[in-house]
């Protein structure tokens, strides 16, 4: 699985290309073949996956219980707006406006890789979504991984 780290400003073209940066094609597993599927994000940003990865993702998405109501809403809206990208012979991605719209990417885009995925922000939304970080970023750290590790709230392990 892939295991992507970095922060990248880049911009879109006139026509919703985004020129991929080398350092980000340099961490694609060779088996993703340059092969994607971007998606609507959480917190209106795209998301886009190497196509090996989706194949992990969507099958844990298509074991849910789909005789219970919440999880076949989970699964449509996850679903929406999923769409199969590679690159072109100048290793540009079409971005789908559908998806641009959505998300309200204009030109300028941060792109955050973590993890096996490439979350895609219009960078004006990036910016203020951690405007807050320095307190919140701490606060939100020890909800979060105070407990990590089997320890207890104190932080002794148990």
Same mark, same amino acid.
């Given at each position: 699985?892939?295991?992507?780290?970095?922060?990248?400003?880049?911009?879109?073209?006139?026509?919703?290309?985004?020129?991929?940066?080398?350092?980000?094609?340099?961490?694609? #597993?060779?088996?993703?073949?340059?092969?994607?599927?971007?998606n609507?994000?959480?917190?209106?940003?795209?998301?886009?996956?190497?196509?090996? #990865?989706?194949?992990?993702?969507?099958?844990?998405?298509n074991?849910?219980n789909?005789?219970?109501?919440?999880?076949?809403?989970?699964?449509?809206?996850?679903?929406?707006?999923?769409?199969?990208?590679?690159?072109?012979?100048?290793?540009?991605?079409?971005?789908?406006?559908?998806?641009?719209?959505?998300?309200?990417?204009?030109?300028?885009?941060?792109?955050?890789?973590?993890?096996?995925?490439?979350?895609?922000?219009?960078?004006?939304?990036?910016?203020?979504?951690?405007? #807050?970080?320095?307190?919140?970023?701490?606060?939100?750290?020890?909800?979060?991984?105070?407990?990590?590790?089997?320890?207890?709230?104190?932080?002794?392990?148990?």
């Amino acid at each position: 699985m892939t295991n992507f780290i970095g922060e990248f400003e880049c911009k879109l073209d006139a026509k919703g290309r985004l020129m991929l940066p080398s350092s980000l094609r340099k961490q694609l #597993d060779p088996a993703a073949q340059e092969s994607f599927v971007m998606n609507r994000g959480f917190e209106k940003c795209l998301v886009l996956y190497p196509k090996n #990865d989706w194949k992990y993702i969507s099958e844990e998405v298509n074991k849910l219980n789909q005789y219970v109501k919440k999880n076949r809403d989970f699964t449509r809206y996850f679903y929406r707006g999923a769409t199969e990208l590679g690159l072109d012979g100048t290793g540009r991605l079409l971005f789908p406006k559908r998806l641009l719209e959505y998300a309200g990417v204009k030109k300028e885009v941060v792109l955050f890789a973590h993890g096996n995925k490439i979350e895609i922000w219009d960078k004006e939304a990036y910016d203020n979504l951690l405007n #807050d970080e320095p307190d919140e970023f701490a606060n939100l750290a020890e909800e979060v991984m105070g407990n990590a590790n089997n320890k207890e709230e104190d932080g002794r392990v148990s």
